[in-house]
């Protein structure tokens, strides 16, 4: 992310450009289209000064690393508006001085002086663009300096009028110090509320981890205890512990396969809690067709026992790919899980992996019950079914298809899906190498 | 049959592990701790020892496994590992389990062990023995 000083920076050189772009178009339609006399040669040196010094601004901002401590960025920001307020009084004395109404102009640095820069350095600048003003008036009214009329506009010159002086250069002063005042406080007071956002946003954060870890060793507590349960239920479902009746036999199996489901719930809890926790994944360099090749291992009985086809192509090119592979292994299985679950009988369910230059893109395509179109946005979030899916199968935890998005989403990849109801979906994953 | 030390501080567990492995005739002895596990490694002498992680402190099983393997007399113990700190942790002993520095077991597997994969596994590793 650029640094925000910096990007003002930036900011700052841009509006350059269309006050360079300004001031030439202001001269060719004063000379050319009103006929004033202006003085073209230090006008344009002007507008070009104010061009070189912007583009070397901007090569240096591009190719020398400021460090982003505010002082420097300050100190740039400081070093061009003074020198823009320095541009523009010459530009005003070669167009008629204090009879140019676009001495108004002086306002539109002091916003921005009191946007990037501290109040007092704001009030300093414009201090100084008042003594450039008033250096200008007077040494025009003294005739240390030429005055250049805007002959044909101002019809009887007032640069030596007393009256019109005093009157123009309080409304000149005042207007400076009011839009700094004003500016500043707008946006003193925008970030103020910046900070208290990021600071609200911070501690937001602290507390979602702590739910995070809290989630974590309940969920761990929980499966320490399910374990037990297994253990003890197995033996005897088993008939380790001898021969049961028939009612006794079926009582016990159903509490395993409840204790089964919990247990499947439990641990998939501590997956989705265990990626949130762990921000930083651990990256290895792995073939890429060995992780869908295990993940196709794995769900390939469930889809024998339903007849249904499954099938893989991988383009020549995908081969190595830098991520996790423990996770990426089980984002595989979870979508060919999903997408064997969710096929009826003799349906077919088919991975397609596409090498992308940096990306590979992992397509897995299934005939199956589709995902109705309105809840297509929500099939990614946590303990989310779609509605024709819980039809078909009553159990599921909801949190599948939202690790897989966490997991994809921490390799800096996309999830998406394609679906039609009735007729299938398509998951599509978009993986950097 | 073979002598058996199942070292692990939930009492459930080992209960439930002790009937699967007796109803295969197996002997079998208890430590509801590291400490007294490595204890009786030296008295009972087992021909397999099943292990959990996590007793007195979070990775006392490894320490455990580490000071099995390391004294002469019961360097050649199977260890078989048990574990239910996967999910917590995000540990996979894929890679760790057989590196003799790091967690010297032979085998691992994630809690709860079903009774059929418990035969196999001790089965498995008292062959190869």
Same mark, same amino acid.
């Given at each position: ?433 | ?14 209960? !439930?592990?002790? +009937?699967?492995?007796?109803? @295969?005739?197996?002997? &079998?002895? =208890?430590?509801?701790?590291? *400490?007294?596990?490595? %204890? ?24 455990? !496994?580490?000071? +099995?393997?390391?004294?002469? @007399?019961?360097?050649? &113990?199977? =260890?078989?590992?048990?574990? *239910?700190?996967?999910? %917590? ?41």
């Amino acid at each position: 992310m650029i640094n925000p000083g910096i990007e003002r920076l930036y900011w700052l050189a841009r509006l350059r450009w269309i006050a360079v772009a300004g001031v030439v178009l202001t001269v060719f339609l004063a000379t050319c289209l009103f006929k004033f006399p202006l003085p073209i040669f230090p006008l344009v040196a002007v507008s070009a000064t104010l061009a070189a010094y912007n583009l070397i601004f901007v090569v240096l901002l591009a190719n020398v690393k400021i460090k982003a401590s505010n002082p420097a960025i300050n100190r740039i920001a400081n070093l061009q508006i003074s020198l823009d307020l320095f541009c523009l009084a010459v530009l005003l004395h070669f167009s008629g001085g204090i009879e140019n109404p676009f001495l108004f102009y002086f306002i539109f640095h002091m916003i921005i002086a009191g946007i990037l820069l501290s109040r007092r350095a704001a009030f300093l600048q414009a201090s100084f663009a008042i003594l450039l003003f008033c250096l200008m008036v007077a040494l025009e009214y003294s005739g240390g300096l030429a005055h250049y009329p805007l002959s044909g506009f101002i019809i009887n010159s007032q640069y030596r009028n007393p009256a019109y002086i005093s009157g123009t250069s309080f409304v000149f002063i005042s207007t400076l110090y009011i839009a700094v005042y004003m500016a500043a406080s707008i946006s003193f007071r925008i970030r103020q509320r910046e900070k208290i956002l990021k600071e609200t946003n911070s501690r937001l954060e602290e507390k979602d981890r702590i739910k995070s870890e809290y989630v974590l060793h309940v969920s761990h507590d929980i499966k320490e205890h399910l374990a037990a349960i297994q253990g003890c239920l197995e033996p005897v479902a088993g008939g380790i512990t001898g021969e049961l009746n028939p009612q006794q036999l079926d009582l016990v199996q159903r509490a395993t396969r409840r204790t089964a489901k919990l247990m499947f719930f439990v641990k998939a809890l501590l997956g989705i809690t265990r990626i949130r926790l762990n921000k930083e994944i651990k990256m290895e360099n792995f073939d890429f067709r060995d992780a869908l090749s295990e993940a196709m291992a794995s769900v390939a009985s469930k889809a024998g026992e339903k007849n249904i086809a499954l099938d893989s192509k991988i383009e020549p090119g995908v081969k190595n790919i830098r991520a996790a592979k423990e996770y990426i292994q089980e984002t595989l299985t979870n979508l060919l899980a999903n997408a064997v679950k969710y096929t009826p009988r003799n349906g077919k369910v088919n991975a397609l992996v596409e090498d992308k230059g940096n990306n590979i893109v992992v397509k897995i395509f299934d005939n199956g019950i589709g995902i109705p179109q309105a809840e297509l946005s929500r099939i990614f979030e946590e303990f989310y079914r779609a509605s024709n899916a819980k039809e078909v199968e009553r159990d599921g935890t909801g949190l599948g298809l939202s690790i897989a998005r966490q997991i994809v989403e921490l390799h800096n990849g996309k999830i998406r899906v394609e679906s039609e109801e009735g007729k299938g979906s398509t998951f599509i994953i978009e993986l950097p190498k | 049959m073979a002598q058996i030390l199942i070292i692990d501080d939930d009492p459930d567990i080992v209960e !439930a592990m002790k +009937i699967v492995l007796e109803s @295969k005739k197996h002997r &079998v002895d =208890i430590a509801v701790s590291g *400490a007294e596990g490595l %204890k009786k490694v030296k008295t009972v002498k087992p021909d397999l020892v099943i292990l959990d992680v996590m007793m007195e402190t979070a990775d006392k099983g490894f320490e455990v !496994a580490r000071t +099995i393997k390391k004294d002469p @007399k019961s360097k050649d &113990v199977p =260890i078989l590992m048990l574990t *239910a700190i996967k999910e %917590k942790t995000g540990l996979g002993f894929e890679k760790e389990a057989g590196d003799p520095d790091w967690l010297p077991v032979d085998d691992y597997c994630d809690k709860p062990l079903n009774p059929l994969e418990l035969i196999a596994k001790v089965d498995t590793l008292l062959a190869k023995k």
